[in-house]
C-alpha cells in the first residue's frame, strides 16, 4: 500500500508536468540525474533548470561555480555504484532518460525509495561521490572557498625526517557542503514519506561521507639528493574512490536492518540485536530487497535474463548464480588484440595481432 | 542468441582504427603482422601518482634538463613517473643525477633514468625494464657509494616490469664488455674539466671551498684530506667555528689513485656533502685560473642559481 502511493508519486509528477508543459514539479528534481552524460546538455543548463530540488536550486545561484563538482560526484557515484554491482543480480542500472519523465522519474527506479539495501547503498555512494568530487575541486584551486588543508603547512617531524607539504585533502568542506546540499532536502521534506525512511536516507548519507574521512592516508614523497629520504614531504589525500566503493559494499554486504517501527532513535529490527550500537558508519536499511531474478515491469526490475555470465565460477557472477538456475546460452566470441607488444629505441611500440575466439554465456 | 563483440582494443578510438587497418590489408591480400603505435602528442591513458593531479601531457624535453635532454627523443609526459609535477620539480630532482651519468659507470644509466623522469611519449606508460634497472644499480651504486649515497627508493629494481613491454636500450642477452682497467680512478677525482660539468657538481655538491692541501694520509679504507688554508664559496652544512677544524674524506678512497692529489703545491676546487658527522668530498679540481674551462666556471658561477628544493615544492 505504501510502496503502490510512492511508486504513484513520479508518474503523477511527470504526467502532470506533461499536461501542463511546465517544469518538472518544484520539489521532486533528483540530483543525480547530473551524474548521466547524455542528460540533456547540461553545461549550457542554469540552475533553474536542473533537476534539482527548490533548495538545491537556491544553493546552486549561490554557489555556481560548484556545479561542476556536483555533477562529477553525481557521476562518480553512479559509475562506482556499477562498478561494484556490475556482477550482482542487482547491477545498479540507472533508467534511461525520455522526453516525457523531464528527469523527475527516479534515476535508480523503485531502488531509491524502497528502504532496501540497495536504497542505503546508493545514498552513501552519493553521497561520498559529492564529498570526493568537491574536495579535489578545493585541491585543485578551483574554489575560493576552500583549498588545500592549510593547517597542515607546516609542521612535522624534523627529527623523523619528514615535514608536511603538498597539498593536503581538506575534507572538512566537501563533508559540509555535501550535508548541506543533500540533508537538508531530506530533513525539511514534508511528512509524505515515513519518517524512518528519512532518517534511514539521512543515516546512510552521513555513513558514504564517514568513509571517505575515514580512508584518507598519508602520501609521502622523497626529494633529497639523488632520491633520497633525507628530505620528505608528506600530505594527507583521499583514498581513490575506487577504494571508497569497495569499502562502502562491504557495508552494504554487512548492512543493518532497523524496525520501520522507530519512534525517537533507530534500532535494530531484530530484539535479541538491540543493545549491539548501530555506528556512524553502518548502512541501514528498513525493508527486504525484492526478487531481481525475474523481471518485473511494476517495479523496475529488468531481471537476468540476458546478463553475461561466467561459467567457472562459484561466485556471485557465476552462471549458477547471477541466471538464478535458469541455465546459459554460450555463444562464440571473436577477438582481435595486439599481444607481444615490445618497445623498439626510439620510441615505438610494436605489436602484433593475435586473433581469439572465446565463449560468451548468457542467462536463459 | 546474443549480440557478439567482434572485437576488443584499448579504447574505442585504437579498436577502430585497428579494425580498419586489419580489413584494408586483408582486401589488398598483404597481410602485414605488426601494429605500431608511435609518437603521441595526445595521452589519454595515463594514471599518475595521485590520480587527480593534472592530466598528463607531452611537453618538449627543455635544454637544461641536462639529464635528458640528449637522451635520444625529444619531447616528455609531466607530470613523469616519478610523480614529479612540474617541469621545476623534474629539474631539480634530475640535477643530482647529472654526475652519476658522467661516471659512466653504465651504458644504460641515462637511457634509466630518462625512462622515468623523462619518459617518451606514447599511448601509456612505459617503464624501464627490470634487467636494464639491475645492470645499471649492479654498476653504479658501487660508484654512489664513493659519494655517500644508496641506490634510493624510488628506483627500486623490483617494481619494473619483466616480460611485458618495458624500455632498454640494447637486447637483454648483450654481455656487458667489462673494462678491465687494473685499479680503477677514485670516483671523485675522475671528473672532466668542463665549466658546465662543474657547475653540474656544484649544485649536486652541499658544500665548495677553494683550498690548499697539507697532507693526504690513509684512515680507515678512506683517504683522509687535511687542509691548510681554506675560503669557503658555498658553505651549505658546515658552521663557520666547525671550518676551523675542517677535515675532509675521500670515501673508500685509501687504495684508488686521485692525480689531482699527486701535487699538493697549488689551490684545489673542492665540493662535497656531509654524511652523519664526515665531510665527503664528491669532486676536486685544480684550481687553475689559466684554464679556459676553469675560467669560464668561475664567470658562471658567480650568477648561476642552481634548482632549489624549497621553490619546486612548496
Given at each position: 500500500m505504501d510502496r503502490a502511493a510512492l511508486l504513484a508519486l513520479p508518474s503523477l509528477c511527470a504526467l502532470w508536468a506533461a499536461v501542463l508543459?511546465?517544469?518538472?514539479?518544484?520539489?521532486?528534481?533528483?540530483?543525480?540525474?547530473?551524474?548521466?552524460?547524455?542528460?540533456?546538455?547540461p553545461e549550457k543548463l542554469g540552475c533553474a533548470d536542473l533537476p534539482l530540488n527548490s533548495r538545491q536550486k537556491e544553493l546552486c545561484k549561490r554557489k555556481p561555480y560548484l556545479l561542476p563538482s556536483i555533477r562529477e560526484g553525481a557521476r562518480l557515484g553512479i559509475q562506482e555504484c556499477r562498478s561494484q554491482f556490475r556482477h550482482e543480480r542487482w547491477n545498479c542500472m540507472v533508467a534511461t532518460t525520455t522526453s516525457t519523465q523531464l528527469a523527475t522519474a527516479p534515476l535508480f527506479g523503485y531502488e531509491l525509495s524502497s528502504g532496501t539495501k540497495e536504497t542505503a547503498f546508493i545514498y552513501a555512494i552519493m553521497a561520498a561521490g559529492l564529498v570526493h568530487s568537491v574536495t579535489r575541486s578545493c585541491s585543485a584551486g578551483n574554489m575560493t572557498e576552500c583549498s588545500c588543508d592549510t593547517t597542515l603547512q607546516n609542521g612535522g617531524s624534523p627529527s623523523e625526517g619528514w615535514h608536511w607539504g603538498g597539498c593536503s585533502d581538506d575534507v572538512q568542506y566537501g563533508m559540509w557542503f555535501s550535508r548541506k546540499f543533500l540533508d537538508l532536502p531530506i530533513r525539511n521534506t514534508t511528512g509524505k514519506e515515513s519518517r524512518v525512511l528519512l532518517a534511514m536516507n539521512l543515516h546512510n548519507n552521513e555513513a558514504g561521507r564517514q568513509a571517505v574521512a575515514k580512508l584518507m592516508s598519508v602520501d609521502c614523497r622523497c626529494h633529497g639528493v639523488s632520491g633520497s629520504c633525507a628530505v620528505k614531504t608528506c600530505w594527507k589525500t583521499m583514498s581513490s574512490f575506487e577504494k571508497i566503493g569497495h569499502f562502502l559494499k562491504d557495508k552494504y554486504e554487512n548492512s543493518i536492518q532497523i524496525s520501520d517501527?522507530?519512534?525517537r532513535k533507530m534500532r535494530r529490527r531484530e530484539k535479541d540485536q538491540r543493545q549491539t550500537p548501530i555506528l556512524k558508519d553502518d548502512l541501514l536499511y528498513v525493508h527486504k530487497s525484492p526478487n531481481y531474478c525475474v523481471e518485473n515491469k511494476k517495479l523496475g526490475i529488468p531481471g537476468t535474463q540476458g546478463r553475461e555470465c561466467n561459467r567457472t565460477s562459484g561466485g556471485a557472477d557465476g552462471c549458477n548464480l547471477l541466471c538464478c538456475g535458469r541455465g546459459y546460452n554460450t555463444h562464440v566470441v571473436r577477438h582481435v588484440e595486439r599481444c607481444e607488444c615490445k618497445f623498439i629505441w626510439c620510441c615505438y611500440v610494436r605489436c602484433r595481432r593475435c586473433e581469439s575466439m572465446t565463449d560468451v554465456h548468457t542467462c536463459k | 542468441m546474443g549480440v557478439g563483440r567482434s572485437a576488443r582494443g584499448r579504447g574505442g578510438a585504437a579498436s577502430g582504427v585497428l579494425l580498419a587497418l586489419a580489413a584494408a590489408l586483408l582486401a589488398a591480400g598483404s597481410a602485414s603482422e605488426y601494429d605500431y603505435v608511435s609518437f603521441q602528442s595526445d595521452i589519454g591513458s595515463y594514471q599518475s601518482g595521485r590520480f587527480y593531479t593534472k592530466p598528463p601531457q607531452c611537453v618538449d624535453i627543455p635544454v637544461d634538463l641536462r639529464l635528458c635532454h640528449n637522451v635520444g627523443y625529444k619531447k616528455m609526459v609531466l607530470p613523469n613517473l616519478l610523480e614529479h609535477e612540474t617541469m621545476a620539480e623534474v629539474k631539480q630532482q634530475a640535477s643530482s643525477w647529472v654526475p652519476l651519468l658522467n661516471k659512466n659507470c653504465h651504458m644504460g644509466t641515462q637511457v634509466f633514468l630518462c625512462s622515468l623522469f623523462a619518459p617518451v611519449c606514447l599511448d601509456r606508460p612505459i617503464y624501464p625494464c627490470r634487467w636494464l634497472c639491475e645492470a645499471v644499480r649492479d654498476s653504479c651504486e658501487p660508484v654512489m657509494q664513493f659519494f655517500g649515497f644508496y641506490w634510493p627508493e624510488m628506483l627500486k629494481c623490483d617494481k619494473f616490469p619483466e616480460g611485458d613491454v618495458c624500455i632498454a636500450m640494447?637486447?637483454?642477452?648483450?654481455?656487458?664488455?667489462?673494462?678491465?682497467?687494473g685499479t680503477t680512478v677514485c670516483p671523485p677525482c675522475d671528473n672532466e674539466l668542463k665549466s658546465e660539468a662543474i657547475i653540474e657538481h656544484l649544485c649536486a655538491s652541499e658544500f665548495a671551498l677553494r683550498m690548499k692541501i697539507k697532507e693526504v694520509k690513509k684512515e680507515n679504507g678512506d683517504k683522509k684530506i687535511v687542509p691548510k688554508k681554506k675560503k669557503p664559496l658555498k658553505l651549505g652544512p658546515i658552521k663557520k667555528k666547525e671550518l676551523k677544524r675542517l677535515v675532509l674524506f675521500l670515501k673508500n678512497g685509501a687504495d684508488c689513485p686521485c692525480h689531482q692529489l699527486d701535487n699538493l703545491s697549488h689551490n684545489f676546487l673542492i665540493m662535497g656533502r656531509k654524511v652523519k658527522s664526515q665531510y665527503l668530498l664528491t669532486a676536486i679540481h685544480k684550481w687553475d685560473k689559466k684554464n679556459k674551462e676553469f675560467k669560464n666556471f668561475m664567470k658562471r658561477m658567480k650568477n648561476h642559481e642552481c634548482p632549489t628544493f624549497q621553490s619546486v615544492f612548496k
Open positions: 508543459s511546465l517544469l518538472p514539479c518544484g520539489t521532486q528534481g533528483n540530483w543525480m540525474w547530473l551524474g548521466i552524460a547524455s542528460f540533456g546538455v517501527k522507530t519512534k | 640494447t637486447p637483454p642477452n648483450t654481455t656487458e664488455a667489462s673494462k678491465p682497467q
